[in-house]
């Protein structure tokens, strides 16, 4: 909805103000399909040429973070933490019994009652991952972090990808502007010898093509790439708390203890409570007896 608004706010500001100048939205309009084409166009076959299917699809997908915002709510990271608590008292109390969550966890009792947890494959692989590297006698916590670091780097890198695509577009926007105004302008000479007012208009449609340009660099596509970087940046809290838990477990601290140490490294407001937290694992506890 944010994002809805900003857009909104952007084009009144913007648009009303020439109109409050005394501006007329005629020769805008009127050129706007063309230097929409061309600069557009342009932007589009430029995006195209420097990404693959894969990233193209990627990155459009990603736009929707624009206005979806981030995927993990406080609900999440406390369900998070709830089935992180399972999993390790599981690990200390049977181990042999863990293989059949980690090794297959969409038929797992455990997993399967955290579904959005359970649908997103980077999560489940990192959580089941380590824990089997635990269960091989990796137990290094050092190693284990170090490993889990350079897994949750490749992993950023990757989906920062589209927000780096859409910046790169929207740095070459002002640009393609500046192409379709000096193509406005050839056309404008070309046509010398009409009279004055004539002129003016065909000189006044080149400079939509500038602004055209300039105006969806950081207008639109320039705050589209921040939002979405913000948004994974956002994201990416909710992987480091999983490693936060499984390398305190790796310490062999008391699964309580484990659980706080996460708890206490999550954003503050995505945070769960002290409360709410304790409430939800007494109940996972009552359940389990």
């Not at 894969?54 to 089935?83: E, I, M, N, Q, S």
């Not at 997103?120 to 824990?131: F, K, P, Q, R, S």
């Not at 699964?255 to 945070?271: D, K, L, M, S, Y």
């Amino acid at each position: 909805m944010i994002g809805l608004i900003g857009i909104a706010v952007i084009f009144v500001m913007v648009f009303g103000g020439y109109l409050l100048a005394g501006g007329k939205m005629g020769i805008i309009l009127k050129s706007l399909p063309f230097e929409m084409i061309m600069i557009g166009g342009a932007a589009t076959g430029a995006f195209l040429l420097s990404n693959d299917f894969a990233a193209v699809k990627h990155t459009l997908k990603d736009v929707g973070k624009v206005f979806k915002g981030a995927r993990w709510r406080p609900a999440d990271y406390r369900d998070l933490l709830c089935l992180l608590f399972e999993l390790i008292r599981i690990a200390r109390n049977n181990p042999v019994g863990l293989e059949e969550h980690i090794e297959n966890p969409h038929e797992s009792a455990v997993f399967t009652r955290y579904p959005r947890i359970l649908h997103d494959h980077e999560a489940v692989d990192l959580i089941c991952d380590t824990l089997r590297a635990a269960s091989m006698n990796y137990d290094d916590p050092h190693q284990v972090e170090e490993v889990l670091d350079k897994r949750m780097e490749t992993a950023h890198h990757h989906a920062l990808h589209s927000s780096h695509a859409l910046q790169t577009v929207a740095d070459a926007l002002p640009a393609l502007g500046i192409v379709a105004a000096v193509l406005g302008v050839i056309k404008t000479m070309g046509s010398i010898d009409q009279p004055p007012e004539i002129l003016g208009k065909m000189i006044g449609g080149a400079l939509v093509g500038t602004f055209l340009g300039v105006f969806l660099a950081y207008g639109l596509v320039g705050p589209f790439a921040t939002r979405v970087k913000a948004v994974i940046e956002e994201d990416g809290h909710f992987y480091a708390l999983i490693r936060e838990v499984l390398v305190a477990n790796l310490h062999n601290h008391p699964a309580n203890i484990c659980i706080e140490v996460g708890r206490q490294n999550t954003p503050h407001h995505v945070r769960p409570s002290f409360g709410d937290l304790e409430d939800a694992l007494r109940a996972l506890k009552q359940e389990a007896a």
